[in-house]
């Protein structure tokens, strides 16, 4: 009788959280908007992309750090995109991501977000308590041995040794997660939300068999996640393409699907997890490999961009020539001087070589042609320099400390801004990712 009631107890709770649950798109597309004043541009993008006959939601994300850098607060994010959805009349859903939150952070986002990207990279390495991993090895015996997943041409072949090593590095962060979803889920007292774990930024990739003794812990913390975002085999630099092992990457995405999919069946996660691939803007050479994947597996996908649209406001005002040209060369100046501050906290997730860099008085005698075609990623283009657009990607806090200047000049170059950042996602990203053409 006992065991009845808890049953019964844990059903109720289980349906609770599902009635608190959002259901995300198949495709959803992560837009940053650094100041808040693209969020039109961006939706431009997603509208072109259901003109095509393909729903790519957008949700807009923003993270504690950033809003601490800009001095802006959550609930801009919230009514920049709920005013770019009334103004072009869009009836789809879109969301906004509390964008890398912890417990120190997330209160701030609760009242304005419906998306929460769960960061517990941080607890990755630490030791569990108590007798969490023996109870883990116990609850899941078929961990161990030979383990085939239908897409997965060789079966994992995993020892006891090997999942206690894994459960020991990652047990931790998961419990992390389930305290910070079940914090939210308490304070947003039944309205529905999304929830993404991120295990992304840290050091070295998760294998897919370590993907699936992950999400084996996470469904076990009750966590019921919509999308997972790992840290994939290569590197992910900040505003420039992949750089890494395509080959390998596409093997690593695929079999991330297929686990995923048996996860799915095994666990009892949500029928729509997907993967997350975060710093995802840019990597145009793993895009056509994502495309295939999704288009084979019929599989979903959640992208979050990185800056891209802070990086094409710039070439948009430098593209504006005048006013919009000269502050373009002022905020690369003042980043050439303060290379080390504005690339410490990014240190492995850029890669710039100083050697690469133009000084700021070669700059100041380049035409407006000139400095777009640096900045703008077209990798085959002679004059683009990835370190100039990676030093500029990190450099946004100098734009926030010219105030009035910086944002006047964002609504005096609109609609140049406005062309550039609609056909960067659109062109650039939505169409290789989701359309393939």
């Not at 994010?77 to 991501?97: C, E, I, M, P």
């Not at 997350?276 to 999704?294: N, T």
């Not at 070589?353 to 077209?378: E, K, Y």
């Not at 010219?402 to 609609?422: H, S």
Request: charged share 20%; proline share 5%; net charge negative.
């Amino acid at each position: 009788m006992t065991s009845l009631l808890v049953f019964f107890i844990w059903r109720l709770d289980c349906l609770g959280q599902l009635n608190s649950m959002l259901t995300i798109e198949k495709y959803s597309f992560g837009v940053g908007d650094r100041f808040a004043h693209q969020a039109k541009s961006q939706l431009a993008g997603c509208v072109q992309a259901l003109e095509k006959g393909v729903e790519v939601v957008p949700v807009w994300n923003k993270s504690h750090r950033e809003h601490t850098t800009i001095g802006s607060e959550p609930s801009s994010v919230r009514q920049a995109a709920d005013a770019a959805v009334a103004s072009l009349g869009w009836t789809k859903s879109h969301y906004v991501d509390a964008d890398h939150i912890n417990m120190g952070n997330v209160e701030g986002f609760l009242a304005h977000s419906d998306f929460f990207t769960i960061d517990v990279a941080d607890g990755i390495g630490a030791s569990p308590e108590g007798s969490a991993v023996s109870d883990f090895l116990s609850k899941h015996p078929e961990l161990v041995g030979n383990i085939a997943i239908p897409g997965i041409a060789e079966p994992f072949e995993t020892t006891e040794a090997y999942v206690t090593e894994v459960a020991a590095k990652y047990l931790q962060a998961v419990k992390d997660a389930g305290q910070i979803y079940r914090h939210i889920l308490e304070k947003k007292n039944g309205t529905p939300f999304v929830p993404e774990v991120s295990m992304d930024e840290t050091d070295l990739p998760q294998t897919p068999p370590e993907l699936l003794i992950i999400l084996a812990a996470l469904a076990d913390e009750g966590i019921p996640l919509q999308t997972i975002a790992p840290k994939f085999t290569g590197r992910f630099n900040k505003g420039v393409d992949y750089v890494g092992d395509v080959a390998q990457f596409e093997k690593e995405f695929n079999d991330d699907l297929a686990v995923i999919a048996f996860a799915i069946g095994k666990y009892g996660l949500p029928a729509n997890l997907k993967l997350s691939v975060h710093s995802g803007s840019d990597k145009f050479s793993i895009y056509a490999p994502i495309h295939r994947a999704l288009k084979r597996t019929g599989a979903g996908l959640h992208l979050k961009t990185a800056g891209t649209t802070w990086l094409e406001e710039i070439i948009g005002l430098a593209e504006s020539d005048g006013d919009g040209l000269v502050l373009a060369k002022d905020i690369y100046a003042e980043a050439i001087g303060n290379v080390e501050a504005l690339c410490a906290p990014y240190a492995a997730v850029i890669d710039i070589d100083r050697g690469r860099l133009p000084s700021a008085d070669d700059v100041r005698g380049w035409s407006s042609a000139q400095l777009v075609a640096a900045i703008r990623h077209v990798p085959d283009c002679p004059e683009f320099n990835q370190h100039m657009r990676q030093l500029l990607h990190v450099g946004y806090k100098i734009a926030a400390k010219m105030g009035d200047r910086y944002i006047g000049l964002l609504e005096g170059c609109e609609e140049t801004i406005a062309k550039n950042v609609t056909l960067n996602l659109y062109d650039r990203h939505i169409v290789p990712l989701f359309i393939g053409e």
